[in-house]
């Protein structure tokens, strides 16, 4: 059984028994659980420079490969994952989602060897998740049994992630879905409603393994986060459970700040424990949703982004196809995931991108190809990316004009069309960068920087093309700055200009 934490109306002896469990002394509280002293809070400069993180969202749900949400839907009559999973492997009732964790072994997962390719494709953090909804922690929990270390694998895949991008230099979070797992499971204590196995218990409905599957809620307990206090309890156990034993730069959670009290109360202790850790910097950067941040933490908008350039640091978190593997799924392109990236970037937002993993921990040759376009693009490029910050405006075309797609959680779509009118600023110091969303067939022309707009009220220096040797012609005249399109454009589909003030 899992251990229930201390009242989280008792900030001090929450403290104090965190500091007894993790032989630690009680840190300096500079944060205390209220949404006031979380204003102290400052965004640490390596997540606002960073800009590019890749995610392993990956677990025992990609071994049926039948993308998100297999947990769940095996237990629900009817649906795609329900029909795939009696005909492969039986009826839920006899073989369940426990029965699945087993078959996960990643025996061709290398993590040193994804860790480089993902530094060299230009990501500057790595983020692995530690537990989705289906309660299975991938690290070495001493409070849970259902884990990693103990089951399928056998490895502390959170511990061997983070190994693997200390090493390559890049900065190291974890993800965490548990909080809506406590409704979300409930799924696993039906039965059939018509057929040979009608009113047949599912296996979740089995006291043994009520630790995996959670307590039965209650009737008005149905929402994505329970409201049932001796779960919020199980969730800050064990999301203070991995945030000391790993100590992350990032924490992630899937959902608003949960809990009331007590989620304040966890971030409270990750925001202290960090400052411990740095001797006296905060460097913690926690992400959750749905909620404006108002500075206190990152706002996370899940396949969406900004429309507009945000006063805060942001991020948007999605996945180059489905959230888990699945058979035949289609794959963004390298391009849309840089086209992506800079859209974001001009926005003050970081991208955090899911690379799908096969259940055996390897990438397939689509995703590699993906991989490679990006990391083509990156090394010219990166100086218009990294360490950057938005212009006067995030950029001008079509694309900031007419009416975008909604993105699921909030602002435009992640995934867009582009031409070569589309335009995104980005700058570093005195130095401006614009890119051509979609590589220019005729002249480049960027009216945010003709002599009459009120945008421009320096004369331009010189422009040049990253990652061409090229002497452009270039002329800027009263409606805009007018680019003749080089001879010779690069290898890839965006353009990026660099432009120089006069002093």
Aim: aromatic share 12%.
């Amino acid at each position: 059984m899992r251990k229930n934490f201390p009242s989280s109306k008792n900030w001090i002896l929450l403290v104090f028994a965190i500091s007894i469990l993790t032989n630690s002394p009680v840190l300096a509280q500079k944060f205390q659980p209220t949404l006031e002293s979380f204003k102290q809070y400052t965004y640490p400069e390596w997540f606002r420079d960073a800009k590019f993180g890749i995610w392993a969202h990956w677990g025992p749900q990609a071994v049926p490969r039948q993308g998100d949400w297999y947990a769940k839907q095996l237990y629900q009559e009817g649906s795609g994952d329900y029909k795939y999973h009696v005909a492969h492997y039986g009826h839920p009732s006899k073989f369940g989602y426990k029965d699945i964790i087993p078959l996960w072994k990643a025996e061709r997962w290398d993590p040193e060897q994804l860790m480089a390719l993902y530094k060299k494709v230009g990501a500057k953090y790595f983020v692995s998740m530690a537990t989705h909804h289906d309660d299975f922690f991938l690290w070495n929990s001493k409070i849970h049994k259902w884990n990693a270390v103990n089951m399928g694998p056998k490895k502390d895949m959170v511990g061997l992630w983070q190994k693997a991008a200390k090493k390559e230099g890049l900065r190291f979070g974890v993800s965490e879905h548990l909080g809506a797992s406590y409704t979300w499971f409930q799924s696993s204590r039906g039965a059939d409603k018509t057929g040979p196995m009608a009113g047949v218990p599912y296996d979740g409905t089995n006291p043994e393994f009520e630790d995996l599957y959670h307590p039965k809620t209650a009737d008005n307990d149905k929402e994505w986060l329970t409201n049932n206090l001796d779960n919020q309890k199980n969730w800050l156990t064990c999301i203070t459970e991995l945030i000391d034993m790993y100590k992350p730069d990032l924490l992630y959670s899937d959902s608003e700040l949960p809990f009331g009290e007590v989620g304040r109360d966890m971030l409270a202790h990750y925001y202290n424990q960090d400052i411990s850790k740095n001797n006296g910097k905060l460097e913690a950067v926690y992400t959750c949703k749905l909620r404006a941040s108002e500075g206190r933490w990152v706002q996370d908008l899940e396949r969406g982004a900004m429309d507009s350039i945000s006063p805060y640091p942001w991020q948007t978190d999605t996945s180059i196809g489905d959230w888990y593997y699945r058979t035949g799924q289609k794959y963004m392109t390298g391009t849309q995931v840089i086209q992506m990236l800079i859209d974001i970037v001009s926005k003050n937002g970081n991208l955090l991108l899911n690379v799908v993993q096969t259940p055996e921990g390897d990438l397939e040759p689509d995703v590699l190809a993906i991989l490679d376009v990006i990391a083509k693009w990156t090394p010219d490029n990166g100086e218009a990316i990294y360490g950057t910050r938005p212009w006067k405006i995030y950029g001008e075309g079509p694309t900031t004009k007419k009416s975008q797609e909604k993105g699921r959680f909030g602002g435009v779509k992640d995934v867009r069309p582009y031409d070569s009118s589309d335009i995104r600023f980005t700058q570093k110091g005195e130095t401006l960068y614009a890119f051509c969303m979609k590589s220019p067939a005729v002249d480049v022309k960027i009216s945010s920087l003709g002599k009459n707009s009120k945008l421009s009220d320096k004369k331009i220096k010189s422009v040049s093309l990253l990652g061409s040797k090229e002497k452009l012609t270039w002329k800027q005249e009263a409606e805009a700055l007018v680019i003749a399109k080089p001879a010779k454009l690069p290898d890839w589909e965006v353009a990026t200009f660099k432009v120089e003030f006069k002093k």
